[in-house]
């Protein structure tokens, strides 16, 4: 069982940066693939991020360039770090684990960007 614990999320305005992170419990960390998603008001839940266990990374074209996907197996925390955040941005984010056909989700943390 692994469970997984978002933070982060806040009110930015256009332009800014904020970074969320990802801490999962248990010890098959180094072991899982994580991603990132995120869902708008109206809208489908969408890939905005993932990293293999490797850390062999893939963005959603609308983010490249702007966010990064980085884990520390270490500190059993997966983040991502968004720069430029667009009020498109506006979503509750959620953190993904995968290993083999087991799935988790965390809970959520809201990113709201807004003047």
């Known amino acids: 069982q692994v469970q997984l614990v978002e933070s982060g999320g806040g009110l930015v305005q256009p332009g800014g940066s904020l970074r969320l992170s990802c801490a999962a419990s248990?010890?098959?960390?180094?072991?899982?693939?994580l991603g990132w998603y995120r869902q708008a008001p109206g809208k489908q839940r969408e890939l905005v991020a993932r990293?293999?266990?490797?850390?062999?990374?893939n963005y959603a074209d609308s983010v490249k360039g702007r966010f990064t996907i980085s884990r520390d197996n270490a500190k059993n925390t997966v983040y991502l770090q968004m720069n430029t955040l667009k009020p498109e941005d506006t979503a509750v984010y959620s953190c993904?684990?995968?290993?083999?056909?087991?799935?988790?989700w965390g809970q959520g943390t809201q990113v709201t960007v807004s003047s």
């Open positions: 993904k684990a995968n290993l083999g056909v087991q799935v988790y």
């Open positions: 248990g010890s098959i960390f180094s072991s899982l693939a």
């Open positions: 990293i293999t266990s490797g850390g062999s990374t």
